[in-house]
């Protein structure tokens, strides 16, 4: 991505202490557990680790690294019995969620050949969870249970693990990034308005406000021939562009791409949302005209733009494309009723990685329907299978709400006229998905993904405080 950015993660385990010096060889039994246990975690976050707790005074020093590290999720070994104060102290001042990993040693006891310390150290996991959940409630903490074992390996623990580093890389991205808005929403579209203020308040992503005047002078200081060159191939590779084109033919939008990519480094943003409305003529209709594929050249390496000022969806490309690496724009087409599919797509730019039946094509079209000027459109080819859609709308309080589906793409006619289309066969049909899609009041905007996606979305959604609405699977 053109901005990486890593999910911290604390992780701790908790014993009650009082077993220890009845039961020595139980430390360095845990102290290997434990070991063993960071070990499963992805080295795609970067672990905060609050050691093994077993005092009310250890389980603070460890909250207070965890404050310090602004960890996005914590992930908490239960090593075997222990009371709560082993971890209250550790999560209070914290604001994420916990995720109680209880995950015994042996598949199953040696009845006759189990001693006390045996038990306690490698087969009673499970007694305190009960315990740690109810403290969590009465603290107001959110919080999610994982149960398995080591022996002979987990492969279900091992996913959910991974799912929720994978959540957790969203909501450090939202608190390490930004958010650009170029130009305003669309007007008239009320339901993509936003206070981002609010937004910070309640998602941690900041907005960066840019005019066009701006924009229209990114490239101006762009000399770098060889860096032109290579973008300029880069966008050859990625698109077939109808008439043919040349290094020469994209050399002044592979100019803007340089330039926008220096921009989002500089600017440390990780989504874009613009709109552009005025008089379409000399700099701003060339940049307008080129404005879509240089976008979409964006979004392929992880900057989720939204066209029509649409913060909300540009978040919700965010998310998908940090967790399943697609994010695609839509909106409800059309409905076949003869086929009882829905037709799902968009126009402008779009995510190159998504087009997996076909190469993207560009070409140059007179309009915009909607909008200023013309210039070059894309579209993008989603295979047939699993797709996941998510949008992002809020409540009269302003309080966010994810709205899910998913669904199954299937291979048949398309339109023609330039823009990004999917037939999406949904479990409930068209006529009750279009229903309760609509009930649950989403902006006419969502993104879209490859595969199925819901349960690491919901994981998302518990690590941002966001409820989530899920329309069908």
Request: aromatic share 10%.
């Amino acid at each position: 991505m053109l901005v990486e950015t890593k999910a911290r993660v604390g992780v701790f385990a908790i014993a009650l202490g009082a077993y220890l010096p009845q039961f020595p060889s139980l430390v360095p039994e845990f102290e290997g557990q434990f070991a063993d246990f960071k070990k499963t975690i992805p080295d795609s976050v970067e672990l905060v680790d609050g050691g093994i707790v077993t005092t009310k005074e250890a389980a603070m020093a460890a909250g207070d690294k965890f404050r310090a590290a602004d960890v996005d999720l914590v992930l908490l070994q239960m090593l075997t019995y222990a009371t709560s104060y082993n971890m209250l102290p550790a999560i209070r001042d914290l604001n994420v969620p916990v995720v109680l990993v209880n995950v015994q040693k042996k598949k199953a006891p040696d009845y006759a050949n189990t001693d006390t310390a045996t038990w306690l150290g490698e087969l009673y996991a499970c007694g305190a969870v009960g315990e740690m959940v109810a403290d969590l409630e009465r603290a107001g903490k959110r919080h999610a249970v994982i149960t398995g074992v080591v022996e002979g390996g987990d492969p279900e623990v091992e996913k959910q693990i991974a799912e929720w580093c994978t959540a957790a890389q969203v909501r450090r991205r939202f608190r390490d990034t930004n958010i650009a808005q170029i130009g305003r929403p669309y007007p008239g579209m009320m339901d993509l308005y936003i206070d981002e203020t609010n937004l910070y308040n309640r998602m941690g992503l900041y907005t960066k406000q840019f005019d066009w005047e701006k924009m229209w002078s990114i490239a101006d200081d762009i000399t770098d021939e060889d860096a032109i060159r290579a973008k300029a191939e880069d966008i050859l590779d990625t698109f077939d562009i109808e008439g043919g084109a040349t290094v020469e033919t994209v050399w002044e939008m592979a100019k803007y791409v340089v330039a926008f990519e220096k921009w989002v480094k500089d600017e440390q943003l990780a989504l874009v949302a613009s709109h552009y409305d005025g008089f379409a003529q000399g700099v701003a209709g060339k940049l307008d005209s080129m404005l879509i594929p240089a976008f979409s050249m964006l979004i392929k390496q992880g900057t989720a733009c939204a066209v029509e000022g649409d913060i909300k969806v540009a978040m919700a490309m965010s998310i998908l494309k940090t967790i399943a690496g697609t994010g695609q724009l839509s909106e409800m087409y059309s409905i076949d009723f003869n086929e009882d599919i829905c037709i799902i797509g968009h126009s402008g730019s779009g995510d190159a990685d998504i087009s997996v039946d076909s190469k993207p094509t560009m070409k140059i079209v007179p309009v915009f329907h909607g909008k200023t000027g013309g210039g070059y459109l894309t579209q993008f080819y989603p295979p047939a299978g699993d797709v996941t859609y998510l949008a992002i709308t809020q409540d009269k309080d302003g309080h966010f709400k994810f709205v899910v589906a998913e669904g199954v793409n299937e291979k048949g006619p398309i339109f023609t006229f330039g823009d990004t289309n999917m037939r999406t066969r949904f479990s409930i049909g068209a006529r009750e998905f279009c229903n309760r899609w609509s009930e649950a009041g989403p902006t006419h905007h969502m993104a879209a993904a490859i595969g199925r996606h819901i349960d690491v979305i919901e994981k998302v959604g518990k690590i941002l405080d966001i409820p989530v609405e899920v329309v069908c699977r």
